[in-house]
Structure formats: C-alpha cells, structure tokens
C-alpha cells in the first residue's frame, strides 16, 4: 500500500512538471534592458500644445505589478512662465504580429511633481487632458521594430508576466 502512494505521488508529480514545461516552453523573457533602450531612445519628447510647450526627458524604466513604469522629468513652458517638475505614469505593452511593432498602451499618469512639490491632479483639471493626448500621441508610435530578428518571427503575443516582458510562440 505504501509502495502504491509513493507512485501515485511520483505519477502526479511527473504530470505537474510535465505541464509546467509545456506551458513555458513557448515563452521566451526579453531582457529588461532592450525595453528600456527602446523606451529612452524615444526621448525626448516635445509637444505644442495651446499656449504652451512641453518637454519629457531623462526617462527612468522599470517594472512593477505587471506594468511598466515610466519616470521622466519634464519642463514646461505655458504662457511665457517656466515650470519644471517629475510625472510618474503606468503603461501595459502592445504586440503586433502583422508588421512586428511593439506599443507602448493605455497609459495612467501616477504621479506628478512641480518643483519638488506633488500635484494633485483631481484639483487641476486641465493638466489631464493635456497629458492623455500627448500620451495619445506616444501609444501611435512603435517602440521597436522586431521584424528584423529572427527569434520574433513567430511570435503570437508579448506580455509583462511576473514584472519581465514574456515572448508567447
């Protein structure tokens, strides 16, 4: 009797690895450093707006809660008067197969600074619109290219998973 549980217990352990294997062999991690030079080789970003102009540079990239964080400083200039400060924003991934372009989707501005100061942006509602358009505006441009590396050729879909960008083949 004995014997008959220790292979029940090796058979269904054998199934669990064997699953887990199956589940994972198609999915490939992308160095986080790739999105990151990706990212930042977007920026700086400038963009005109009515009686302004705004400018995001010195990105700083990261994963976390399965989202890719985007600190970036920024200055901008409204009506003549300078402000400069720190916007902190979430962004999930988009994965096109038909040209192999990767996306940067739905963006919520986390975080905003001026001069060191948080903004609460609930009290300044103007702020908002301004940036959903120029994050708008980013979500049409591709990131990267991966049509050119032979390893993506396959590719069904690209996810963040356990705060690292997963390949599904």
Known sequence: MKILKILLFS???LIIVAGYNIYTQNQVKIPNSLVQNAITS???????????????????IY???????????YLNNVLN????????????????????????????????????KEINLDKNPLIRPVLDYIFTQF???????????????MVKDIKIEN???????
């Open 63 to 73: 994963f976390e809660n399965n989202k890719l964080v985007i600190e970036t400083e």
């Open 139 to 153: 979500e049409k441009k591709e990131i990267a290219n991966l049509s050119n590396i032979d390893k993506f050729k």
């Open 11 to 13: 058979i269904i352990i």
């Open 42 to 60: 977007k920026f700086p970003i400038e963009h005109s707006y009515p009686f302004g102009k705004i400018k995001l540079f010195n990105p700083k």
């Open 163 to 169: 705060n690292k960008l997963t390949v599904v083949k």
């Open 81 to 116: 008067d300078e402000i400069n400060g720190t916007m902190t924003f979430t962004t999930d991934i988009r994965y096109e197969t038909e040209n192999s372009n990767l996306y940067l989707k739905n963006f919520q501005i986390e975080k905003l600074t001026k001069e060191n």
